[in-house]
């Protein structure tokens, strides 16, 4: 068993391990710092892909910003154990369970129907070097795709103005009491 | 699909370092056997993307279920690095770029407008804001 | 100048005046708005004439000044420019349009003083010569058309320009439907044209015309010819589509001199005239109109007889002068046409104008019984009128005298003519000397029977003006075509200027051979003489023995009431057409619209409304149910792909 | 990790000495910050035990170790024990990527002075120490105390706010050196200063050729956001004494709060270490190159190796330097300023240090666009 593989393996656990805590455990605020764990796994596995920047990025703004907020405010709420975390319903929770299932099951099948053909032949590249990476990826980001780049700056200061907005509002959606 | 699989393999083969790996292929014909190959990061992020799915639909806390799509963000990231690493294209990363940034903004404004609605209603659970319907 | 520009200004200054009066619609003052109007139209009447010059200075045979504007429309091989064109026709008619147009704005300015909506009334005045202009100067049916329909516009807008009383209301409703009629019939002849020669271009037309007439009914150029003649005859007032113009009288009296006597009704006959070639390919509807005009003369003008109101006389002596016109046209006679639509203008107009002189002297009164003596009064106006009663009953050498007279006597001798032809028109000329003899007796002459409150005073300078050019103009407007017999008795030998004019676009009949001077001398001096005797026992009856025309009344009884009621034509078609089309337009309303597209529009309702219940149903405002319905797309989509 | 055994020994072992090198620097640090604190205020500070009262760190460590282990009832048990190890692991991690001295070329083998060789370290570090937050906030939450909440969260806004500031403020080095990785920054900022704009060539023999010199403004910047990154005074909110007893780690005693100590000390060491590394040429000598170094150290010993130890040895020396500099400026700062209000923080944080580190961007571009720097 390769380095590589196993470290594969592990990491998927450790990522799948977190994800599965983050949909099921009932208390937010665990669930939240499940999620934490999982951006870190999904950031060590970009490592494994060679993609060095994406995993500092990965983890600045995921693990750093995104869910760091997400625990503030569920901090701020100070949201305990809920009764009724999941959805009640017995049909429609089967009918989602169900769904999902389905899903997750023509998403495999797909892919390991349509990449096994060529499995063989597309085994992983050797990885760049990580410093000509980042150096093709900013080259990229700014000639081929310099203008989704500036729409989304334009779209973040929109987002950081109307965020502001929505947190200046009094009493929120509801002014008046 | 067959014919999406040759095109791949086609493109695979056109490939140079491809090239050298058909020649050595009892090698990998081995280590394949335990070998990572893409479809093991999609099959990762499909499980993934499905999880966040199920906390999405099953969910009653709102902010969990903002998670979930973070979760399923992040799945779709995965297959996007994999597949810009097993093809050699920086495009799928400057995707994965986007997308981070798209899933910030998104979690920003949703935790705002939550906290708006917890200010006024002491309360997150999904059900509860059927009564905004309009 | 280049053509261009002298277009532009000929045919948008009268559009400008109408932007900037309709903008200030509201003011009051008769004397700005009513000189911008003019000044728009003596504008355009100037660029008129220095493109005429222009055209002077080309030779004979390319005397044609045209200008494209731009592509109006294109479609497949339909391709009709912005094409406007001012050869020999169109340059005389421009020149009549422009001309008298502005002379009646002129006398509008003090006609409509007293009136609140005078700037309303200008700016539809100048709409009214902007669309004249395109009528005229179009060179394709098309654009013909556009002025066409924007001069029946104009026209129901100023005869009903008093709304609030239903009567004009009703009037100007009832010429707005009888236009439409012959629209719908000009637009069928325009699609026959083009589906026969495949352009609408006047020029292109009239060379493509198949050298041998086609005497079927039914040919192509028969049934477009024919049908166009129809547009004609609701244009101009024809058999049988004539009679709104005696209601028009309903607008104001510069109007009716304006366009229901100058400029619009004669489009018809200038429509013909323009397409002569066309029509000549087509005996006939030639035959046709020679004979709806002849029979109209006859019978408008016996109407005209008894009518007490003097613009109803007018409008009467209009239509018979039309059906002049028409029977020209259709005996083949089209510069015959044209020269009488001229000197018609100038007389005809000259008379309306010299009536509303004397209505405004009445304060309104417009019966002529009430009327009488007032040559006392107003002299100008009974001196310039004096003028115009001469030209009409064609006394020489006044200018209606040559017109009509050359129609006259081609309706004899053209091969297209006959004797009946011209014996219907010399009864007609007979009956117009005696009808307008009457209305001067009875308005002019003898003692006055005006009521004494009212005090008749001559009209302001502004009034008299046109009337005094008008005059002139109908007393020597006829020299220009002036009768090769007359002609060369005449020191200096003055030919038929006109004739001359127009021969480059106007085809003589073929066949036509020169005619015996005896015999137009003898012709000329019958309708001459007869016309004399006519007005001298008019003189007789209305001035010497006013008790004699009741007598003449009562022994003919009925007859008279019928000619005094129009021949009941109104009630006739009131009974044959308006009643039933009511009727019927009332049962659709009731069954079919009720019954089936009510019911329809409510079913598709209903449905619409039963498919948002249902969607309503789904919307349930739980989110996660939502996610659920996008998760199931996915997944079926997926599947559809997949297990394909 | 390695090839043959020996070079993954040696990178294990490199591994455990960076840890150990955080976690044994603190008490040194602590009795630093003591007699310095002392030394400001004109008293004498712990002194009695061992010479100049060293022995002092000793008797703490006992102390700390001693005390009784207890969580407060309310506490949520696994997050209240969870947090101050979480607390170690960013600086631990974050100062295990950077060089502390020249690598050591030892026959076939090459030795870099850091915990690991990461290509993108600049990156890494950022990606790491971003991951503080978490730390306070589970303290806070987890000793489930208002007051140890309010710090927590105080804190981490803290954090958070002033991470852009600090990103930015390298964007500009990154941009003048262009690299991701320490050792090419490092070796860029060696031999004397020149500057070279639109072609001109300016020298400064008398000066080194360091990053203060080309990024003044991003330097400052810096400088002032890792002092609120590693929560020390002025921008120490999270534990004000004053309005909430110690913030986020008032429920914490005993080796918890040691741990918390060296995370803490472990920010101040890391953000010294980028300071030197960014700003102050790293383990270089200035105005002495790495090849002229080893050359003169060759002139002394013949065996390679040896040579290449010793540089490295001496490049690390002239690295400790630096960062007991830098340190010694924390705590002077930390006992000579008094403490932000809150809303000056972020004010400072967000109205004036991102624009300015913004605007030092946007100039540092323009000046590379325009004058090929």
Known sequence: MSMDSFLFWFLAFITIASAVTVVTITNPIYSALALAMTMVGVSAIFVTLGAYFLAGVQLIVYAGAVTVLFVMVLMLFDLKHELSAFSRGQI?????????????????????????????????????????????????????????????????????????????????????? | MPNVDTSLAAEALARPETQTQIESLDLIAHSATLGVGLSHYLILSAILFVLGMIGVLMRRNAIVMLMSIELMLNAVNISFVAFSRFQNLIDGQIMVFFVMTIAAAEAAVGLAILVAIFKRFREVNIRFFEHLRG | MSPQLLFATLILAPLLGFLINGARYRKHSAEVAGGIATGAAAISFISALAIFFQLLDLPAEERRVAVQFFDWIRVADLKIPAGFVIDQISGIMILVVTGVGSLIHLFSISYMHHDKGVAKYFAYLNLFLFNMILLVLGDSLPVMFVGWEGVGLCSYLLIGFWFTDKEKAAAGMKAFVTNRIGDAAFILGMFILFLHFGTLNFQELNRMVPVDPSLAWFGPIGLGTLLLFIGATGKSAQIPLYVWLPDA????????????????????????????????????????????????AVMAASIGLTQWDIKKVLAYSTVSQLGYMFLACGVGAFGAALFHLMTHAFFKALMFLGSGSVIHAMHEEQDIRKMGGLKKYMPVTHLTFLLGWLAIIGMPPFAGFFSKDEILWMAFHSPRGHILFWILGFVGALMTAFYMTRLMALTFWGESRVDKKIHPHESPLLMKIPLIVLALLSVVGGWIGVPHVIGSLLPGEPHNILEHWLEPVVKSVPGMEAGDPTLEWS???????????????????????????????????????????????????????IRPLIKASQGLWFYVDVNFIDKATFVTADLVRGGGLFVRGLQNGNIQRYALYVAFGVVVSLSFILLR | MGNDAVEIAINTIKLVVCFLLIVQAVPVLVWLERRGSAFIQNRFGPNRIGPLGLMQLLADAVKFLHKEEFAPAKAVKFLYYAAPVVALVPATLAFAA???GAPVHWDQYVFPLQGYEVSVGIVFVLAVSSLAAYAILLAGWGSGNKYALLGALRASAQVISYELALGLAIVGIIMTYGTFNFGEMIHAQEGPLHFSFMGHELVLGFLPNWGIFYQPLGALIFFAASFAESNRLPFDLAEGEAELVAGFHVEYGGFKMLLFFIGEYGHMIVASALMATFFFGGYGLGFMTLAELSASVATVVQDPNIVSLVTSLITFAVFSVKLAVFLWIFIHVRWTLPRFRYDQLMDLGWKTMLPWALFNTILTATLIYVGHL
Request: hydrophobic residues 55%; without cysteine.
């Open chain 4, 98 to 100: 950077i060089p502390l």
């Open chain 3, 523 to 577: 012709l000329m001096g019958a309708s001459v003489f007869f016309a004399a005797i006519a007005a001298a026992v008019a003189y007789h009856f209305y001035v010497r023995n006013p008790s004699q025309p009741k007598k003449i009344a009562e022994a003919l009884g009925g007859f008279y009431r019928l000619v005094f009621n129009k021949y009941r034509i109104d009630e006739l078609y009131a009974a044959t057409l």
């Open chain 3, 249 to 296: 009288m309903a607008g104001p009296t510069p109007v009716s001199a304006l366009i229901h006597a100058a400029t619009m009704v004669t489009a018809g006959v200038y429509m013909i005239v323009r397409m002569n070639p066309l029509f000549l390919a087509a005996p006939n509807t030639m035959m046709v109109i020679a004979s709806i005009g002849a029979l109209t």
């Open chain 1, 92 to 177: 429609s929770g089967t009918i989602k369970v169900a769904t999902a299932a389905a899903l997750a099951g023509l998403l495999i099948g797909a892919i390991v129907w349509t990449v096994s053909g060529f499995e063989r032949v597309v085994s992983k590249p050797a990885a760049p070097d990580s410093a000509d990476g980042m150096r093709e990826l900013s080259h990229a980001l700014f000639t081929k795709y310099v203008f989704g780049f500036e729409v989304l700056g334009i779209l973040l200061l929109i987002i950081a103005v109307g965020v502001v907005a929505l947190a200046r509002a009094k009493g929120g959606t509801h002014a008046q009491r």
